[in-house]
């Protein structure tokens, strides 16, 4: 199954030493782990928001432990708050709107 990883930065660092620690241990580890996903297909889609202390992934996983797993892996996942959104896919939607479309059918009298 296909999710929407978004994950912000909590809090930014508050002094230049913070930030410095905060780039050396968190998010160019990060970068690197998500580039290893990537090329493991695990990442499919996504990466850093342009301006901002942000990703947004489309991550692939079999259960929710592996997404589990796979977020809680990367180094900078304590500093972020994250949200995943489970994504169908278009086939699924396509037959979900059909079934949709015949109960209205039924429910209204075809015209």
Do not use: H
């Not at 990060?30 to 996903?37: I, S």
């Not at 990466?47 to 996983?61: C, E, F, H, R, W």
Request: with cysteine.
């Amino acid at each position: 199954m296909n999710y929407l990883v978004q994950l912000k930065l909590a809090e930014r660092p508050a002094s230049p030493q913070e930030g410095v620690f905060f780039i050396e241990q968190f998010i160019l580890p990060t970068l690197a782990r998500c580039k290893k996903l990537e090329t493991d297909k695990k990442i499919l889609a996504g990466g850093p928001l342009s301006g901002a202390v942000a990703l947004s992934l489309i991550v692939s996983a079999e259960s929710q432990k592996e997404l589990d797993d796979l977020i809680t892996s990367l180094p900078v996942w304590p500093r972020m708050e994250t949200t995943v959104t489970p994504l169908t896919t278009f086939d699924d939607r396509i037959q979900a709107v059909r079934t949709r479309l015949e109960q209205l059918k039924i429910q209204g009298g075809d015209r």
